[in-house]
């Protein structure tokens, strides 16, 4: 039994020494039939296995031609994370791939678009387009026109992988997510790929203060928030706080909504619980924040992110679900600002599109 178990325990590090020892050796033969031992070691390992190989895994993407299954190697390396891995350990690689897969999506794009007419759509990220005129149509050598279109083929099958680190470590992303979020949304913005959950995660704030003005009491307070992947979840955390926190009158959020919105733990599967709206969310010149959006959309001003809370003009109701479920959400009011500064913020909103300004 005990030979048992230390064999089990060391298959899938032996089997990743191969893959390392075939990637330094460049020998490609070895490498991929390694590589394919691999990705199914990595299915039938123990979590505790995974944990070990998740940053060496991730610490092999650089030395992976960007014409080979980096994406899948990344992959492998996310799944370790899901089970247990150190997301710190697994991220550069992970996200440093994400972030050449998208440039070279764009670039791909770019040449595309200047090689054709000026009708000429963009393509589907099939691997149907890697033909031999794909090289004469983008310029430059074969090798470099095949990892451009093998970017703009792939980039999404690097979302699982940098959900994983994302997700999982609030530094993670305070290092990297700024560098990576303008190209993966002009990469979005051409409406070929759905990046919504990266362009979601990389834009989440963490430790962020946020000043909320409510409009029919005239009161505003400061609050501190972190870990929000959508204003679903703001909405129901702001009245938590607020609300349930007796500062404005309204109804409180149930306690389950408020749970699945904070609780580390996330739920399994989806469920039933629905949240009920108590706001109206605006920017301060009065344009409607949507609950669909992000905290990321409220405007800043004067170096602050500035909320207006107006009563809702119509009743609004949402699954309570997290749109992340492994990222809990934090609100916490940090103070009730003073009569004056309350009306300082005032003075720098407007109503907007007939929304009401109290006297």
Request: aromatic letters at 6%; one cysteine or more; a negative charge.
């Amino acid at each position: 039994m005990i030979f048992k178990r230390k064999r089990e325990a060391s298959g899938l590090a032996a089997t990743v020494s191969e893959l390392e020892e075939a990637v330094a050796a460049r020998d490609g033969d070895r490498t991929e039939r390694a590589f394919t031992a691999m990705m199914n070691g990595v299915q039938s390992a123990s979590d505790a296995e995974r944990v070990l190989a998740g940053p060496r895994l991730a610490a092999l993407l650089p030395a992976f031609p960007p014409t080979g299954p980096r994406p899948m190697l990344a992959m492998a390396a996310g799944f370790c994370v899901e089970r247990g891995a150190d997301p710190a350990a697994c991220a550069e690689p992970i996200l440093g791939g994400v972030h050449r897969d998208l440039l070279d999506a764009l670039e791909f794009a770019r040449r595309w678009s200047a090689a054709g007419a000026a009708d000429d759509e963009l393509p589907e990220p099939d691997e149907k387009i890697i033909d031999d005129a794909l090289s004469a149509r983008l310029g430059g050598e074969v090798y470099e026109a095949t990892r451009l279109a093998l970017a703009w083929c792939s980039v999404e099958e690097w979302q699982p992988p940098a959900l994983a680190v994302l997700c999982r470590s609030a530094e993670v992303r305070r290092r990297h997510a700024s560098a990576i979020l303008p190209a993966c949304r002009d990469l979005a913005a051409l409406k070929r790929h759905d990046l919504k959950c990266l362009a979601h995660v990389l834009a989440v704030l963490d430790d962020e203060p946020l000043v909320v003005l409510h409009r029919p009491t005239g009161t505003g307070f400061e609050v501190r928030i972190g870990g929000i992947g959508d204003n679903f979840q703001l909405h129901t955390l702001l009245a938590h706080v607020l609300v349930g926190g007796g500062h404005v009158p309204g109804t409180t959020p149930s306690a389950e909504s408020v749970r699945l919105a904070t609780d580390p733990a996330p739920a399994q599967g989806r469920t039933r619980t629905i949240a009920t709206g108590a706001f109206e969310l605006l920017a301060p010149d009065g344009e409607r924040i949507w609950n669909e959006g992000l905290p990321d959309d409220i405007p800043v001003v004067e170096g602050r992110r500035l909320l207006v809370l107006d009563e809702p003009t119509y009743q609004r109701s949402w699954n309570a679900d997290r749109f992340f479920p492994q990222l809990p959400g934090t609100a916490e009011l940090t103070r009730v600002l003073t009569v004056g500064e309350t009306r300082t913020w005032f003075a720098r909103t407007s109503p907007g599109n007939g929304i009401r300004r109290p006297s």
